[in-house]
T-cell receptor, first 111, second 118 residues
Framework: QQQVKQSPQSLIVQKGGISIINCAYE??????FPWYQQFPGKGPALLIA?????SEKKEGRFTISFNKSAKQFSLHIMDSQPGDSATYFC??????????FGGGTRLMVKP | NAGVTQTPKFQVLKTGQSMTLQCAQD?????MSWYRQDPGMGLRLIHY???????DQGEVPNGYNVSRSTTEDFPLRLLSAAPSQTSVYFC?????????????????FGPGTRLTVL
């Protein structure tokens, strides 16, 4: 049973375009929603995270949008660059528990 | 700081063999965990530890054992390897479990061990 569902599995975007990755969760107790970025041959690294008391968080070209009523959150990458090509994982957790990850999205940004 | 280190980077085993995947961190983190990564499945939690001497099962613990004798080390043991355990294994550590406040939530991942069981 996958508590965090991520889509799409793969995404191809032209340089300068907007990349959008979506996640949906089931457990309403979740209160922490991070996104991790993973380059080939490396471990995942925290990219950006949000808590449900805000609807949006922006860090540079990366933005998380959060919709509590719909139990959905998404990652937007503005002005996508070839260097953004990586696998992105959404995740969720609630206090005192470990992260539950989505299935991952492989992003390719074409020059 | 070296962060989270894992050895070996690659390993090939035959069915039924045993081995230990090593994980160490030098950040004095209390929390350590093991994940396996399979295509389309994301990262699934195998076992985790909230401190030395304390371990607990994650989502997919069968076939794996762990122990935590020191804060720094958290080895993962495969007692009798099976082809279904072919995967990439990641160790991670954090100051606290995710859900706490601020940057203490961040999990730091090691570079991974790619394991093939024939």
């Amino acid at each position: 049973q996958q508590q965090v569902k991520q889509s799409p599995q793969s995404l191809i975007v032209q340089k300068g375009g907007i990349s959008i990755i979506n996640c949906a969760y089931e457990n309403t107790a979740f209160d922490y929603f991070p996104w991790y970025q993973q380059f080939p041959g490396k471990g995942p690294a925290l990219l950006i995270a949000i808590r449900p008391d805000v609807s949006e968080k922006k860090e540079g070209r990366f933005t998380i949008s959060f919709n509590k009523s719909a139990k959905q959150f998404s990652l937007h990458i503005m002005d996508s660059q070839p260097g953004d090509s990586a696998t992105y994982f959404c995740a969720a957790s609630y206090a005192g528990n470990m992260l539950t990850f989505g299935g991952g999205t492989r992003l390719m940004v074409k020059p | 700081n070296a962060g989270v280190t894992q050895t070996p980077k690659f390993q090939v085993l035959k069915t039924g063999q045993s081995m230990t995947l090593q994980c160490a961190q030098d950040m004095n983190h209390e929390y350590m965990s093991w994940y396996r990564q399979d295509p389309g499945m994301g990262l699934r939690l195998i076992h985790y530890s909230v401190g030395a001497g304390i371990t607990d099962q994650g989502e997919v613990p069968n076939g794996y054992n762990v122990s935590r004798s020191t804060t720094e080390d958290f080895p993962l043991r495969l007692l009798s390897a099976a082809p279904s355990q072919t995967s990439v294994y990641f160790c991670a550590s954090s100051y606290s479990t995710s859900g706490g406040a601020g940057s203490t939530d961040t999990q730091y991942f090691g570079p991974g061990t790619r394991l093939t069981v024939l």
